[in-house]
């Protein structure tokens, strides 16, 4: 069976969440809300200093570089 969605959203960061809780505040429209990853239940991921430690993981750091943009003086 089918399901279908008013709003698909990709991305759960700051934004996509607001978003998602604002459109199905109302109950009127139906949204699913879509994040990459696995679960967030390890033990580094729930601790606070657990961020220096997963900071270069890639398993949780995709380590994504963006390209040189002259707006930012060629920095990435």
């Known amino acids: 069976m089918p ?3 008013d ?3 990709v991305g759960a ?6 978003l998602a809780d604002k459109l199905s505040a109302s109950g009127k429209y139906s949204v699913a ?3 990459a990853g696995s679960s967030d239940k390890k ?3 729930q ?11 890639p398993k949780v750091n995709w380590c994504f570089t963006a390209a040189p943009d ?3 003086k060629n920095r990435s």
């Open 47 to 57: 601790t606070p200093i657990g961020y220096g430690v997963t900071y270069t993981d």
């Open 3 to 5: 399901v279908e969605f």
């Open 70 to 72: 002259s707006a930012l």
């Open 7 to 9: 709003f698909i959203i």
């Open 43 to 45: 033990f580094w991921i």
């Open 33 to 35: 809300l879509v994040e």
């Open 13 to 18: 960061g700051s934004a996509g969440c607001v």
